[in-house]
């Protein structure tokens, strides 16, 4: 018998390797969610690196509903299916159906989750996935684990798209295109429209991950719909919608939303749905809770975009290498990891946490910094944060130019 190498050996190789590369990560422990402020490792440092855009986990409406939804219970208690779904995960439902202009919905206890069970769910052996390659991991797993033919183009290239469209429609079946409305560590938006016109001519079926546009953009009439809103289209047009309850909605969980025969369908057939506990109450409630502040409070999202103009005028006129991105999340490409690592740190160290994302999360020599804005960023704290990371950037420059 070959011998083999203990687990614990073996554990110890691979993350020796991970540390030697540069691109070992490290949990950073927080005493509660980011106001923008917080605790950091037991330091109070201002973040920039959170996904609550509309500044909703910490909104006290958002809070006390939370609380009042844990008197239904702490937990589900067993799958939707079995006896885990309640009237207020329904009302959740019904609520998101309504801002996002879907016939139906239908929550998924993560984005993660919603996004593999769904593509398994729509496609398999014999048929087609068709992805950007800067596609968020959820989408790539869905895609992996599908058994479809896994087909890919280059980020928001549409005639890389064309070319994989017509190669499905020479192999047969039915072909699914899968794609994030707002790319996650890019910041930028798919061209939805031309895409959609695109699936339309080849009868693909467009699926759009809306996790970072769900809340923050939208249409006059649904203003907080997401970036298929924003580009001028509909449930026709992008037939399947996903999007997270723990980005603008400050809580946790996700949906897909659609016409009531996909909903339909995803309760038999999606097994992350299925097989899983349901959503806790409280979490409904108080996700349900902010999608009424996000209707309520539209001057939140009018302080987020002032918030990003604000930072990216400031960010080019200090000549920092901003990326092409109107959204609220803002790399600065640096390209190599050792250098973000080192800028990221040199920011902590002035009291500044910001996200530093290496490979495998982008591709290698796309090292970047992760700056996520809110609207409960003041524009002083902004600009705080542009000097800081001038003088950073300046020093670690200076080390190693
Ligand atoms: C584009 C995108 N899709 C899906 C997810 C997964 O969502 P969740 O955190 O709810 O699992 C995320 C973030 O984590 C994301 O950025």
Same mark, same amino acid.
């Given at each position: 018998?070959?011998?083999?190498?203990?687990?614990?050996?073996t554990?110890?190789?691979?993350?020796?390797?991970?540390?030697?590369?540069?691109?070992?990560?490290?949990?950073k422990?927080?005493?509660?969610a980011?106001g923008?402020?917080?605790?950091?490792?037991?330091?109070?440092?201002?973040t920039?690196?959170?996904?609550?855009?509309?500044?909703l986990?910490?909104?006290?409406?958002?809070?006390?509903?939370?609380q009042?939804g844990?008197?239904?219970?702490?937990?589900?208690?067993?799958?939707?299916?079995v006896?885990?779904h309640?009237?207020?995960?329904?009302?959740?439902?019904?609520?998101i159906?309504?801002?996002?202009?879907?016939e139906?919905?239908?929550?998924?206890?993560?984005?993660?989750?919603a996004?593999?069970g769904?593509?398994?769910?729509?496609?398999g052996?014999?048929d087609? +996935?068709? %992805?950007?390659?800067?596609?968020h $991991?959820s *989408?790539?797993?869905? !895609?992996? =684990? @599908?058994? #479809?033919?896994?087909l890919?183009?280059?980020?928001?290239?549409?005639?890389?798209?064309?070319?994989?469209?017509?190669?499905?429609?020479?192999?047969?079946?039915?072909?699914?295109?899968?794609?994030?409305? +707002?790319? %996650?560590?890019?910041g930028?938006? $798919?061209p *939805?429209?031309?895409? !959609?016109? =695109? @699936?339309? #001519?080849?009868?693909?079926?467009?699926?759009?991950?809306?996790?970072?546009?769900?809340?923050?953009?939208?249409?006059?009439?649904?203003?907080?719909?997401?970036?298929?809103?924003?580009?001028?289209?509909a449930?026709?047009?992008?037939?399947?919608?996903?999007?997270? *309850?723990?980005?603008? !909605?400050?809580?946790a969980? #996700?949906?897909?939303?659609g016409?009531?025969?996909?909903?339909?369908?995803?309760?038999q057939?999606?097994?992350?749905?299925?097989?899983?506990?349901?959503?806790?109450?409280?979490v409904?409630?108080?996700?349900?809770a902010?999608?009424?502040?996000?209707?309520?409070?539209?001057?939140?999202? !009018?302080r987020l975009?002032?918030n990003?103009d604000?930072?990216?005028?400031?960010?080019?006129?200090?000549?920092?290498?901003?990326?092409?991105?109107?959204?609220a999340?803002?790399p600065l490409?640096?390209?190599?990891e050792?250098?973000?690592?080192?800028?990221?740190a040199?920011?902590q160290?002035?009291?500044?946490?910001?996200?530093?994302?290496?490979?495998?999360?982008?591709?290698?020599?796309?090292?970047?910094?992760?700056?996520?804005?809110?609207?409960?960023?003041?524009?002083?704290?902004?600009?705080?944060l542009?000097?800081a990371?001038?003088?950073?950037?300046?020093?670690?420059?200076a080390?190693?130019p």
């Open positions: 018998m070959t011998p083999t190498r203990s687990l614990e050996e554990l110890r190789l691979r993350l020796d390797e991970r540390r030697a590369r540069g691109l070992y990560r490290q949990l422990t927080l005493a509660a980011p923008p402020q917080a605790m950091v490792d037991g330091r109070e440092l201002l920039f690196s959170s996904n609550d855009y509309l500044g986990a910490t909104h006290p409406d958002v809070i006390a509903a939370q009042a844990a008197a239904l219970g702490a937990g589900a208690t067993a799958s939707h299916l006896n885990g309640l009237h207020i995960h329904r009302q959740l439902q019904d609520a159906a309504h801002v996002t202009g879907r139906a919905a239908l929550v998924f206890s993560s984005g993660y989750m996004n593999v769904t593509i398994c769910a729509l496609v052996r014999g087609n +996935v068709i %992805s950007d390659k800067l596609n $991991a *989408l790539i797993d869905g !895609a992996r =684990l @599908c058994g #479809a033919a896994s890919r183009f280059g980020h928001s290239d549409l005639d890389g798209l064309q070319r994989q469209l017509g190669r499905a429609a020479d192999s047969g079946g039915n072909t699914l295109v899968a794609v994030d409305g +707002v790319y %996650s560590m890019d930028d938006c $798919a *939805l429209a031309e895409m !959609a016109a =695109l @699936c339309r #001519a080849y009868g693909a079926w467009l699926m759009v991950d809306e996790a970072h546009g769900f809340g923050v953009m939208g249409s006059a009439q649904l203003p907080s719909a997401g970036s298929i809103a924003a580009a001028g289209l449930q026709g047009d992008a037939p399947v919608m996903m999007g997270t *309850l723990g980005k603008a !909605a400050g809580n969980g #996700a949906f897909i939303a016409s009531k025969a996909l909903i339909d369908y995803l309760v057939f999606a097994r992350p749905y299925i097989y899983t506990t349901g959503m806790p109450p409280a409904a409630a108080g996700a349900l902010a999608i009424g502040v996000m209707q309520r409070e539209p001057e939140r999202r !009018a975009r002032r990003i604000h930072f990216r005028a400031r960010a080019a006129a200090l000549d920092l290498p901003l990326a092409e991105s109107a959204s999340i803002q490409l640096l390209g190599c050792n250098a973000v690592m080192a800028v990221a040199e920011l160290g002035r009291g500044f946490l910001v996200g530093a994302i290496r490979p495998p999360t982008v591709p290698a020599g796309t090292a970047r910094l992760r700056i996520t804005l809110s609207a409960n960023h003041s524009e002083a704290q902004i600009d705080l542009l000097g990371l001038a003088e950073s950037l300046d020093k670690i420059r080390v190693a």
